[in-house]
């Protein structure tokens, strides 16, 4: 419904634009209606008959307004040309009944010529404003003649001046449209990246603690315990990061806090970590930024790998900083082709920060996932929808579990050795009783929050 709401008014939007337009319609045919009324007089002064008179005028407005329609919206210049030798014929031959006061609608004949796009316009554009004077001075004076000539010029320029204003107001008209939606669907892009980034993790983490409690509840009721207090800790913090996330705010996440939920994670998944940090303070968006790169990288080593040792490097040089993380156990789906969005979108968010990431496995047969940034353009620019928040407390804090296990998205799921054991131990599915989800889905609604928001 969201999305549906945002179509419709997108829809409604340019609609305020088309008074406007029709106006620089209407501007454009006043000026030929006033020329048309003179021609009408002078030629009734000649031969009152007013029928066919009315009847010409009428085409030739007609025909000047095609031209005005049809080059606003076609590419091709064969319907301009079949519609400007129709209002050729249509100026030059009642001369030969009205004479030289018929010769005022070369001016709406002039303003077409310069409407096409040909090659020789101003060729053109000089032989109709010549006829005017020529006809004209085969009946008055030469001075009259050449006052024939200049109302065919400024006639010409006014109404040429006026269509294409009404041209470039549809040209406007469509831009915006586009630019509109546009930015609809830059930002659809971003609260999908943003689900991704901040969800994915805590909701497969949800999902493989289950699983884990499940399988220890017969063996180990004390752990099982720990396990399922863990599974409503990461259920609290995914709704929380979703409020957030549906707010347009960005998610203030810490580089210590999810440090040590990767070390946790990894390490009960059979990892030795090994993690080598500087204890320098960062921006806090950049360290949210660095923090979200440590989840991805993590989840990339439980999903797409068997590895048995890791490495994570922070140092901050040269006004640079920079984030190394190394591991063993690279399978295929390691370097990176799967069909996961992971690594591109913390390349986008880094690329707002001025920085890079690079990711691959290298000749020593390991993986390196290597991101950087630098510390002068510690915060990208907002975004309309955006409004700069920071916690007036201390942060959620982050429970002794993996903070972000597997993508939400992406490509199939290959679980670690560790994993597979525990899915083939047990195959009994959890039922209400043993899982209680909705006694879960309570307490993560009503849990009391332990942070609040602030405004800067």
């Keep these: 419904m969201l999305g549906r709401r945002w179509t419709d008014g997108l829809d409604r939007l340019p609609d305020q634009d088309i008074p406007t337009h029709w106006l620089t319609r209407i501007i454009t045919v006043v000026p030929l209606a006033w020329i048309a009324l003179q021609c009408l007089l002078d030629a009734l002064a000649e031969q009152p008959r007013p029928a066919p008179v009315i009847a010409l005028l009428t085409l030739v407005v007609a025909a000047q307004m095609a031209v005005v329609t049809v080059g606003t919206r076609c590419r091709t210049n064969g319907q301009l040309l079949a519609i400007l030798c129709a209002q050729a014929a249509l100026t030059y031959l009642p001369i030969l009944w009205y004479g030289a006061p018929w010769a005022r609608m070369t001016g709406p004949l002039a303003a077409s010529v310069l409407l096409v796009n040909m090659r020789g316009v101003w060729l053109v554009w000089s032989l109709v404003v010549a006829s005017s004077l020529g006809i004209a001075w085969a009946e008055v004076p030469f001075l009259t003649a050449v006052s024939y000539a200049m109302y065919t010029v400024l006639a010409g320029w006014m109404i040429w001046g006026f269509s294409r204003l009404s041209s470039l107001v549809a040209e406007v008209h469509a831009e915006r449209s586009e630019l509109a939606r546009a930015a609809v669907t830059r930002e659809r892009l971003r609260f999908s990246r943003d689900l991704h980034d901040l969800l994915g993790g805590s909701i497969s983490a949800v999902i493989l603690k289950g699983e884990l409690a499940h399988r220890l509840v017969p063996a180990e009721e004390r752990r099982a315990r ?119 979108n913390i390349g986008a968010r880094l690329a707002e920060f001025g920085g890079r990431t690079e990711a691959g496995v290298h000749k020593d047969g390991l993986f390196h996932l290597v991101a950087e940034a630098p510390l002068w353009l510690a915060e990208p620019p907002l975004r309309l929808t955006e409004v700069p928040l920071r916690l007036a407390e201390a942060p959620l804090p982050l429970p002794n579990c993996r903070a972000a296990a597997v993508e939400a998205t992406g490509g199939r799921e290959s679980a670690p050795a560790w994993g597979r054991s525990a899915r083939n131990e047990s195959k009994r599915p959890c039922t209400p009783e043993s899982c209680s989800p909705r006694m879960s889905l309570w307490s993560a609604e009503h849990w009391p929050p332990s942070w609040s928001w602030r405004r800067i």
Excluded at 274 to 292: H, K, Q
Excluded at 302 to 324: E, F, W
Aim: hydrophobic residues 45%; proline residues 3%; glycine residues 8%.
């Design 226 to 344: 720990q396990e399922i207090a863990a599974v409503l800790d990461i259920s609290r913090q995914a709704l929380a990061e979703l409020r957030v996330v549906a707010k347009g705010y960005r998610y203030p996440m810490s580089f210590a806090a999810e440090q040590e939920s990767v070390r946790s994670v990894l390490t009960t998944a059979g990892v030795d970590v090994t993690m080598m940090t500087e204890p320098d303070r960062l921006d806090p968006a950049l360290d949210a930024v660095l923090a979200i790169v440590l989840r991805e990288g993590s989840t990339n080593i439980l999903k797409h790998s068997n590895a048995g040792n890791c490495h994570v490097t922070l140092t901050v040089s040269h006004g640079t900083a920079r984030l190394v993380m190394v591991n063993d156990g690279v399978v295929p789906s390691a370097t990176g082709q799967h069909g996961g969005q992971g690594l591109a």
